[in-house]
């Protein structure tokens, strides 16, 4: 069949390519049925056509305007549609916490990196009061102390902030924690090096200040500041720094995979954690602005805020989303 | 697909056009951006970011429930601006400007984990400073792809050429000389369409490199090749 006959015989399928495309990429609305319905159907045809021009030897404008169109189509009928509403749901409800619990051991390692060191410090800065300043410089300290004096009126805020809103509170811990979290998260690619060092500095410098704080007699305003958030935040800290174990494990274990082969995988299993985390923090500077710096609650009262934090944090990432086969 | 598959991958193997075959078994073209346009993108990106600063700095000046949005919106910039831009419009708004787009490496349009992913490891390639490390995995990996993209599986590449489809001049059909195979007629048929462009002088140059009669010279040379790219596309 010669190039002209071949292309009188199938313009018009071609036009209805082209036309179909037009109207289906306008805007994201659910694709009209009738008209979806045919998309896969003549993309088939037309890439069969495009590979017959080719091998043809038909003329190269044809062959790239035919390429172009299926190309085209492919993008279309390949787009991505997520249905926003329902996929945060789901996410929040099943996907978050079953990730999690398939990577429990990375998990605990993580818990082991910030908690061990916390604790490690937090005992030896509450037994020795000159402790914290192997860690922090003199004027940290000092505003350290400033935010949890007991004669502030709003907790844990130094005394130049005594006077912020919780509106900005809130957008500093944002910015503040969850770049944090995705720092823990995305320096795991060095080997694990830079998550490791991040989850125990910070283990360090938290249980320095809850130990140094403690001795110095301001452990009732301190205690009861973190025990709102406390549960969402170091949680959250720590399923950071098991996404960036898991981006550490594809390259120093990747098993019977290529390192890039395991990185993908690894990368891709890492995602849900890290958003997970992210959400948890967003839910604890919204704890941490709002109700943990207001003095008014007494100490007991939030004391057992913290403590149901803690058994429903618990509760939901162990149990939600759990079905007979999950097993874990 | 028709072409075998040793040729196309010696043929892509010299440049930076990669070739992947959809399920409906046609095959896409993808032509990768290498560091330098992406390096002009990010310039182009840093600049409408610090835009967004000076626009946001007025909220410095308002209550605080104007700097605790400050803060976030700070976030939101330094963290999810890509993110935001690339689930939207397939790349951010330099990329945009320099007709580069972010996909997966199997030719779809990109979507939020792998954009999410990519823009998280940001970070790692930024590092030691000034994207060094991006730099050098961009410069080793074939595909151009920074530690980012090797973890989200994406690749940058340019959008679609425009169209170049240019009709073959009408022309008394000729029959060649022997019969010609499928790369000698798209090579003819090539010439047909690109000789509007060429200019006189150029294209009757080339026409007679493949006229059938050696003694025609330059214009009738010309007509001869036009004539058998009619014959091979028409028939007689």
Redesign the interface.
């Known amino acids: 069949m010669?190039?002209?006959?071949f292309e009188q015989a199938h313009a018009a399928q071609w036009q209805r390519l082209r036309t179909l495309l037009r109207v289906l990429d306008r805007g994201t609305a659910p694709m009209a049925g009738a008209a979806a319905a045919e998309l896969p159907r003549l993309?088939?045809v037309?890439?069969?056509h495009?590979?017959?021009a080719?091998?043809?030897?038909?003329?190269?404008?044809?062959v790239?305007?035919l390429?172009?169109l299926?190309?085209?189509?492919?993008?279309l009928l390949?787009?991505?549609r997520?249905r926003w509403p329902r996929r945060v749901f789901a996410f929040l409800a099943t996907g978050f916490p079953r990730a999690l619990r398939r990577n429990a051991a990375l998990f605990w390692l993580a818990c082991a990196l910030f908690f061990g060191p916390m604790t490690v410090m937090g005992l030896a800065c509450a037994a020795d009061g000159t402790l914290i300043h192997s860690l922090l410089d003199a004027d940290d300290i000092a505003s350290l102390e400033s935010m949890y004096d007991p004669t502030n009126r709003k907790l844990g805020r130094p005394a130049q902030r005594q006077a912020?809103?919780d509106?900005?509170?809130?957008?500093?811990y944002?910015?503040n924690n969850?770049?944090i979290a995705?720092?823990t998260?995305?320096?795991g690619?060095?080997f694990g090096v830079?998550s490791v060092f991040i989850l125990g500095f910070n283990g360090l410098v938290t249980g320095a200040a809850a130990g140094h704080l403690t001795q110095l007699g301001y452990g009732e305003p301190f205690w009861s500041f973190v025990s709102g958030h406390s549960s969402l935040e170091l949680t959250a800290i720590a399923v950071a720094g098991s996404a960036g174990l898991l981006?550490a494990k594809a390259l120093l274990a990747p098993g019977r995979r290529t390192r890039?082969a395991a990185?993908?995988a690894n990368?891709?299993e890492a995602?849900p954690l890290?958003?997970g985390a992210m959400c948890l923090l967003l839910l604890a500077a919204a704890v941490e602005a709002f109700w943990s710096s207001s003095p008014a609650p007494a100490p007991a009262v939030k004391y057992a805020v913290g403590f149901t934090g803690w058994l429903l944090l618990g509760a939901y990432l162990t149990l939600a989303g759990r079905e007979a086969a999950d097993g874990a | 697909m028709s072409l075998p598959a040793t040729p196309i991958a010696a043929r892509t193997a010299i440049d930076t056009l990669r070739r992947i075959e959809t399920p409906e078994g046609a095959d896409i073209a993808l032509r990768l951006a290498g560091p330098v346009p992406r390096a002009a993108a990010f310039a182009l990106d840093a600049l409408l970011r610090l835009g967004a600063y000076l626009l946001l700095t007025p909220l410095i000046a308002a209550s605080e429930l104007g700097l605790g949005l400050l803060l976030l919106m700070l976030f939101a910039i330094e963290w999810l601006y890509p993110v935001l831009f690339e689930i939207s419009r397939g790349a951010t708004p330099g990329k945009l400007a320099l007709g580069l787009r972010v996909v997966h490496d199997d030719a779809t349009p990109v979507a939020g984990p792998a954009s999410l992913l990519r823009n998280l490891l940001r970070v790692v390639d930024f590092l030691p400073l000034f994207y060094a490390a991006g730099l050098v995995c961009t410069l080793i990996d074939r595909d151009f792809r920074r530690l980012g993209d090797l973890a989200a599986g994406t690749l940058v590449v340019y959008a679609d050429p425009p169209p170049r489809r240019a009709s073959i001049p009408q022309r008394p059909p000729r029959r060649p000389p022997r019969p010609l195979d499928a790369e000698t007629q798209r090579a003819i048929l090539d010439f047909a369409e690109r000789s509007n462009r060429l200019g006189p002088q150029r294209s009757a140059e080339l026409a007679e490199l493949i006229a059938d009669d050696p003694h025609a010279g330059g214009g009738a040379a010309l007509e001869q090749v036009l004539g058998m790219a009619n014959w091979a596309a028409r028939g007689r």
């Open positions: 010669k190039q002209q006959q993309l088939r037309v890439s069969g495009c590979a017959l080719r091998s043809r030897g038909y003329s190269p404008g044809l790239s305007d390429q172009l299926a190309e085209a189509g492919y993008r390949y787009r991505p997520p912020d809103g509106m900005m509170m809130f957008g500093y944002v910015r969850v770049g995705f720092r998260f995305a320096l690619l060095l830079g981006l890039a990185l993908r990368a891709a995602l890290i958003v």
